[in-house]
């Protein structure tokens, strides 16, 4: 049995307080209140919604957090939600992507999948979820702003897989267990908007323990979709 441990973000050099003003600055004011969504997006909560995120992720033929600058964002999306990505800790990551006016926008602020491909016998379920929770009950900070305004404490949206889930569509997929902070917005209105994003941990006696996070999204809403295919580099195609 073999364990592993994934992050949607990465160890990056920004500063989280510079993002949110603490540097001398005033706050970001809050953003609207409807910037979040309000339940279940196409009767799916979202739990369920960031276990799909993972098996998206492990899915494509280039993890999507390698994405440099935003040539991957159409990568295997489909469906009500559109998933963006953090990094894998390599770089700094400010990305443009085009996305549709009607889809809701699954954000990844900080957080940890981990799993196991069991070799006969059968996978400890709780003990996935136990890892994947013990970075993200040592949170440091987060702070997420849309066009320049707060999304709020992020504290407040920490979201654990309440059972493990397949990566794949067969029975041999590992088993995993995701916990992290995620936010899923509200269908953006048409035009230009840009997410910024930044989070650490503070639990040096853990792997990855001591992650820190910063990436930025520059998103064209209702635009040409950039259509990545499989093995290959993004092509263009109007949607």
């Known amino acids: 049995m073999r364990?592993?441990?994934?992050?949607?973000?990465?160890l990056l050099a920004a500063c989280v307080l510079c993002m949110?003003?603490?540097?001398?600055?005033?706050?970001?004011a809050p953003a609207p209140r409807d910037a979040l969504a309000a339940g279940a997006v196409d009767g799916v909560a979202l739990e369920e919604w960031t276990a799909r995120w993972w098996q998206w992720a492990e899915s494509q033929w280039i993890a999507p957090y390698r994405d440099p600058d935003g040539r991957l964002c159409a990568l295997g999306q489909s469906g009500p939600v559109w998933f963006l990505a953090g990094t894998d800790g390599t770089f700094d990551a400010l990305r443009t992507c085009t996305i549709p006016a009607d889809v809701h926008v699954l954000v990844p602020v900080i957080n940890t999948m981990q799993s196991v491909r069991s070799r006969g016998g059968k996978a400890d379920c709780a003990g996935l979820q136990a890892g994947a929770a013990v970075n993200n009950d040592r949170l440091v900070s987060a702070v997420v702003l849309l066009d320049g305004r707060s999304l709020g404490d992020i504290r407040g949206h920490r979201v654990r897989t309440p059972a493990c889930f397949r990566l794949g569509r067969?029975?041999?997929?590992?088993?995993?267990?995701?916990?992290?902070?995620?936010?899923?917005?509200?269908?953006?209105?048409?035009g230009r908007h840009r997410l910024m994003v930044g989070a650490n941990y503070g639990a040096p006696d853990s792997p990855y323990?001591?992650?820190?996070?910063?990436?930025?999204?520059?998103?064209?809403?209702?635009?040409?979709i950039l259509v990545s295919e499989a093995g290959g580099p993004p092509r263009g195609r109007t949607q």
């Open 3 to 10: 364990k592993r441990k994934r992050l949607a973000g990465g």
């Open 20 to 28: 949110a003003g603490a540097a001398g600055g005033a706050p970001a």
């Open 170 to 190: 067969h029975e041999a997929a590992p088993l995993a267990a995701s916990d992290g902070y995620w936010l899923m917005l509200a269908p953006l209105p048409r």
């Open 209 to 224: 323990g001591r992650m820190q996070q910063h990436f930025e999204y520059v998103l064209d809403v209702g635009g040409p």
